[in-house]
């Protein structure tokens, strides 16, 4: 079983730490700074909408580079070997795929030169699947459970309240383990006298 990450809505409050941590840790490493969860909410509940490190991984099959893989228990993404075909995004059934991109520092915004027609003015944003920058790479990020920090997922780190777990083959069984334990001590626990039944008067000695 891959391992992935999950949020519980009931200790979820919506700050966005999560995103926060996920941008910075991945920053520090030269990656896209694209946040690779987002915060859903609704009336009542929010939690963070993430990857769920699929055993099938629909995104790795229609990959046409195999950018995406199945490592270390986990679908990863080599952003070196994207070229933003989109189509990862489009087959993620979960929408936990997005499209982000950088240029050069010193690019003007305007890259359009005296021998060529204008460049015409980006749209305003519809999508991270339409949207586009002149000069920009697109490139498609996902969750890679912070695979190069010795402390795990930034996002387990920082929630505040403990919202955000990891789950594992290890974790399910120390969960099934605590279950069984708890179940064991409950039938321990004495009946109540009333809840034993009792011969009907007459019958047999």
Do not use: Y
Not at 166 to 171: C, E, G, I, T
């Amino acid at each position: 079983m891959n391992r992935f990450v999950i949020a519980d809505p009931s200790l979820c409050f919506g700050c966005n730490t999560c995103m926060a941590a996920c941008s910075e840790a991945h920053k520090q490493q030269g990656l896209q700074r694209e946040p690779r969860l987002v915060v859903m909410r609704t009336a009542d509940d929010s939690a963070p909408q993430m990857c769920h490190q699929c055993e099938d991984a629909p995104c790795a099959t229609v990959c046409p580079v195999n950018a995406i893989r199945h490592e270390d228990e986990a679908i990863v993404l080599n952003e070196s070997l994207c070229i933003g075909c989109k189509l990862c995004a489009i087959a993620c059934p979960f929408g936990a795929i997005s499209l982000s991109g950088s240029k050069p520092v010193d690019m003007a915004d305007d890259v359009s030169t005296s021998l060529a027609a204008p460049a015409p003015r980006p749209a305003l944003p519809v999508s991270p699947l339409l949207d586009w920058r002149v000069g920009v790479r697109s490139v498609a990020v996902k969750c890679d459970l912070c695979s190069f920090r010795a402390e795990g997922p930034a996002c387990i780190e920082t929630c505040p309240t403990g919202a955000i777990v990891m789950v594992s083959d290890q974790a399910l069984a120390q969960a099934g383990q605590r279950k069984r334990q708890l179940t064991a001590v409950t039938n321990l626990v004495e009946w109540p006298a009333d809840a034993v039944s009792k011969p009907a008067a007459g019958g047999n000695k």
